[in-house]
């Protein structure tokens, strides 16, 4: 069994102390943040990726995937006492949730999501194991074209997934691939639309575009709406932290169901962990005896939605880890983190560096395992940070933005442009524009630039290429079907906009 | 998009644009798309099968034009909320800012060496910057403007000034941007968050920072 022993082996590496202590810091410094309202899993990790440049590539993507896990239980904390979901991925927790808390269940609303969340990251762990390699067998039999097109798809899906418009969401994937090709060019070293500014000779940095157009942005709008936020905060003693019987009992098949369908939809390239959650809050409701329980504090509720959106974050690691291609906003700032490291995300990983392989899939299970023990208990701590007025958090979250991103290349012009940045990405907001797929297209841009191009170059110049080859062919099939089939209801009716993804 | 959606018309008015996030929204990426295809004008294109360095920005670019002015047309069929006044403003004001920034800090060499304080232009800049925020910030606009200024602030005077200084001011600018502010509150907590990302950043993660200011 190749599986157990590579696994044993990701373990050996994962439980080093060192290593142990990085996951354990992520995910405490993750909930930290995540729990702040407004800031997700993408600021979050934004913010905290410049203390990670210091460790070696194995503990800092250790940390990393630490501090994603934290954020996205920091959020549901936050959607149950506060009612204000943290990020996208756990709106639909407030739904139940802060009813429960409201009813003077918080206790079992945290736990349920804790251990909800905990099973979900065991099931899904093994998955990504699993399948891993498999899929990178696959990927070897890539060519740049079969790569582009893949490329191609992923984006694709992530527009279809995406909420609102697609010709949108398409051209903001347009300004992300043209502002990745600021700065030299990959084969000839010739500096493009760069304008003779030194700093701009490698390209805008990731992390300012990340940290300027999620965290800042984000900042800007909340400080508008602040006057109007109305908080309840549970500020009462969080007593009873342990679920009942009946409610474990009751929670056991949203759990398994949720998991199941979170582990499937956070494959898909796209809003992974939203759609999850969003979508097994429905399922539950619909196999439920009594829908009517639902919005009214059903354990069902938190349980199902909680599961489901670890388990997409889970497995939204298998794209990045077997084919390189990052299916979300979060993926995509772990390709930029693991590139800072000097890895290429994609296939050889798995056989290059199989300790950063195995290490970071078995740190996913101690990461989860650590939630759930540590974030409990903690939990009163998280109801006093809560509490802390937003007129102190925003300053002291944009120092330690502006520290960190000072801080990767000891450059002020880096901090400069993400004033820039903040304004483009608060403009985008304001006019409708999601900026994750813009993200997505500037990481992807690079690559999928120097696969166009070598493809180009094997076919001598012949762009059917991508058609003559059955496995991109295909690939692009798929993706030609899902953009009409996205785009068709919009031509006929109004589209529902049904998931609202902010990602922040 | 020809979805044979007709305008209102006969009204007062006549014409009216009725999606007001889509149109400007697709115009602004249409300059953009224009502004890319200006900018990667030099560069060489296809030579032979092989792409240029010029070919994938002009691709990308003439895409994102064609969907910018699809956009933009279809804010002319289709309805949709007004664009908020706050937005239009404190964006535009903001890239003021950065542009003054810009200016000050490129051009104001002489006089800063003049006063014998080299690569001190940084700081000036930071400083008209922080005057010009000052007396244009009003009601709604301050949070982006403040925002823009902190960050610019911390951008002039981090070399210069030092980490503690940079931070201090920094977080003061930056916590302006809310009319709730209070200050003798702002400055103890600046203070206060300042030694926590000296400790934090110097000490705890080794990075390499100036504390105090060099002259």
């Known amino acids: 069994m190749d599986l157990f022993i590579n696994l044993a082996h990701g373990f050996s590496v994962a439980l080093s102390p060192m290593n142990l202590l990085f996951c354990l810091i992520g995910a405490l410094v993750g909930t930290l943040i995540g729990v702040l309202p407004g800031v997700g899993p993408v600021a979050t990790i934004a913010m905290l990726l410049p203390i990670t440049f210091g460790l070696p590539p194995v503990g800092a993507l250790i940390m990393l995937a630490g501090i994603y896990y934290g954020a996205q239980y920091g959020g549901s904390t936050t959607s149950i006492l506060v009612n204000i979901p943290g990020e996208a991925s756990s709106v639909v927790t407030t739904l139940d949730g802060h009813q429960m808390a409201r009813q003077g269940r918080a206790g079992p609303a945290l736990a349920i999501a804790a251990i909800g969340s905990f099973i979900a990251g065991c099931v899904s762990t093994v998955l990504v194991a699993a399948v891993g390699a498999p899929l990178t067998k696959l990927a070897l039999l890539f060519g740049p074209a079969e790569y582009f097109s893949l490329m191609v798809l992923g984006l694709v899906f992530a527009v279809v997934l995406a909420k609102g418009s697609v010709i949108k969401a398409v051209a903001m994937i347009m300004l992300g691939l043209l502002l990745s090709m600021v700065g030299s060019d990959i084969e000839t070293g010739q500096s493009r639309m760069a304008f003779d500014v030194p700093e701009l000779s490698d390209g805008i940095g990731f992390v300012v575009v990340a940290m300027g157009v999620f965290g800042f942005a984000e900042i800007i709008r909340n400080l508008e709406n602040q006057s109007e936020e109305t908080r309840s905060i549970v500020t009462s003693k969080v007593t009873g932290l342990m679920p009942t019987w009946p409610d474990l009992k009751a929670s056991a098949g949203a759990i398994t169901r949720g998991t199941i369908i979170g582990s499937i939809l956070g494959i898909l390239p796209g809003g992974g962990a939203v759609i999850a959650a969003f979508a097994a809050y429905t399922f539950e409701k619909k196999v439920s005896k009594d829908p009517s329980r639902f919005g009214r504090g059903a354990i069902e509720g938190v349980a199902a939605p909680e599961s489901a959106n670890n388990a997409a974050a889970q497995t939204s690691f298998i794209p990045l880890l077997t084919l390189g291609i990052p299916p979300n906003a979060v993926m995509a700032l772990m390709v930029g983190a693991m590139t800072i490291h000097g890895i290429v995300p994609g296939p050889q990983v798995m056989t290059k560096q199989p300790d950063l392989f195995w290490g970071m899939i078995a740190s996913m299970w101690l990461g989860n395992l650590m939630l759930v023990v540590i974030n409990l208990p903690l939990v009163g701590v998280w109801v006093k940070l809560l509490q802390v007025p937003y007129r102190m958090m925003f300053p002291a979250i944009l120092i330690f933005c502006n520290i960190g991103n000072y801080s990767i290349n000891n450059a002020p012009f880096d901090v400069g442009m993400t004033a820039v940045f903040a304004l483009v990405g608060y403009w985008l907001l304001k006019l409708d524009f999601e900026p994750a797929p813009m993200l997505l297209g500037f990481v992807l841009g690079p690559l999928m630039e120097e696969n166009l191009r070598r493809a180009m170059l094997i076919a001598r110049g012949d762009p059917m290429t991508f058609l003559y080859r059955p496995i991109s062919a295909t690939l692009l099939a798929i993706a030609v079907f899902l953009l009409v089939l996205a785009v068709l209801p919009m031509i006929r009716s109004k589209r529902d906009v049904v998931f609202v993804e902010g990602e922040t | ?215």
């Open chain 2, 1 to 215: 998009m020809s979805d044979g959606i007709q305008a209102p018309s006969g009204r007062s008015g006549g014409f009216r644009i009725r999606n007001q996030q889509d149109f400007y929204g697709g115009l602004v990426l249409v300059a953009v798309a224009a502004f890319a295809l200006w900018a990667s004008r030099d560069l060489p294109g296809m030579r032979g099968f092989a792409f240029g360095p010029g070919t994938a920005p002009r691709i990308f670019a003439s895409i994102l034009g064609a969907l910018g002015l699809i956009v933009a047309v279809g804010g002319l069929v289709t309805d949709g909320p007004p664009v908020e006044r706050v937005a239009v403003r404190g964006t535009a004001l903001g890239a003021v800012l950065i542009a003054i920034f810009i200016l000050v800090s490129n051009y104001a060499t002489p006089i800063t060496a003049g006063l014998g304080l080299r690569q001190y232009e940084t700081v000036l800049a930071a400083i008209v910057v922080l005057l010009v925020t000052i007396a244009i910030a009003r009601g709604a606009d301050r949070g982006p403007l403040y925002v823009v200024a902190g960050t610019l602030v911390f951008a002039g005077t981090i070399r210069p000034l030092g980490l503690v200084l940079a931070s201090f001011i920094s977080i003061v600018v930056c916590a302006a941007a809310t009319v709730e502010v209070r200050w003798r509150e702002t400055i103890l907590w600046a203070a206060g968050l300042t030694i926590f990302c000296a400790l934090l950043f110097v000490y705890a993660l080794n990075l390499p920072f100036n504390f105090w200011p060099r002259f």
